[in-house]
């Protein structure tokens, strides 16, 4: 209307609806898992010297993947066994699931799992191929029995078939170079990892992690000394092994969404600071 005075720019930033600021980062966030985008990712170190640790690995030995997530981790912890997975089958690595952090991960491992068995498109047979273990209380004595004599430790699978009637998990009867598993890959969203360390170390296996985010600055004095033979962090992680494999899944549009929302949260802070900055202005040149 005629006459009616143009608000300043600084007013008009300011008063945007707030509703409005969380819808945009919602419709960020969902556009590139919507519409599988991807961004170009560097690759790190740590999820490269996994790769090459499993690409070395020996095709007659177990792995283990001790799984040990819940539902509060899973945005992070999900995509790095799905990927991981994924390498161990491409392999040709027979591979059993075990679960010592949390009672309802031997269930979302095997959904993990499966997932990734649909991904690759390969008869990958449960009990001839992989096995999963359901969940174990690691107390010290367990974890002992465990390292020392897996048969010993693990009677049955989380179904309740005995081991010994599983093909896969036949012969299976210890860790190290002498012995029949190769590796241990311990996908955690807790301190589990702790205990591998004290008890897997000394067997010279080979014993790889996949973390939260906020847990792996913790981890790289154990990746510098040796003790670990890779490392995955976060989703990030998770994105990178995908790129290191062939494998787009969901760490890679994931990061995609999660690298939007941060440059949309980036460009409301320089609006917000425009604003300040201007609001000072014009105050200071009234006051002239």
């Not at 600021?21 to 010297?49: D, E, S």
């Not at 010993?152 to 009867?173: C, F, L, N, S, Y």
């Not at 003790?227 to 760490?251: D, N, P, R």
Request: hydrophobic share 45%.
């Amino acid at each position: 209307m005629r006459g009616q005075r143009r608000l300043p720019l600084e007013q008009i930033i300011g008063r945007i609806d707030r509703r409005l600021v969380y819808a945009g980062l919602f419709l960020i966030t969902l556009a590139p898992l919507v519409g599988r985008w991807a961004l170009p990712l560097y690759v790190t170190p740590p999820p490269k010297m996994l790769a090459d640790t499993i690409n070395a690995l020996p095709q007659d030995k177990l792995v283990f993947i001790s799984s040990n997530w819940d539902a509060g981790t899973q945005a992070e912890n999900r995509p790095q066994m799905t990927v991981l997975v994924r390498h161990l089958i491409r392999r040709r690595l027979k591979f059993a699931s075990i679960s010592i952090g949390a009672p309802n991960a031997p269930q979302l491992a095997n959904a993990a799992i499966e997932q990734a068995i649909q991904l690759e498109k390969v008869p990958w047979v449960y009990g001839q191929d992989w096995v999963n273990l359901g969940y174990k209380l690691a107390t010290e004595p367990w974890l002992r029995s465990f390292v020392r004599q897996i048969p010993e430790a693990v009677k049955e699978d989380w179904k309740g078939t005995p081991v010994d009637q599983i093909p896969v998990m036949r012969g299976v009867q210890k860790f190290g170079p002498d012995g029949q598993a190769s590796m241990l890959i311990d996908i955690t969203g807790s301190a589990t990892i702790d205990g591998w360390y004290r008890y897997l170390s000394p067997t010279g296996v080979k014993l790889g992690l996949g973390c939260t985010a906020v847990m792996a600055p913790e981890q790289y004095p154990f990746l510098d000394s040796g003790q670990l033979s890779g490392l995955l962090t976060g989703m990030k992680g998770a994105a990178e092994y995908e790129q290191i494999i062939g494998a787009q899944g969901f760490g890679t549009t994931a990061m995609a969404g999660q690298s939007f929302a941060h440059l949309y949260i980036l460009i409301l802070i320089i609006l917000g600071n425009l604003s300040l900055v201007l609001g000072w202005l014009e105050r200071r040149r009234r006051r002239r």
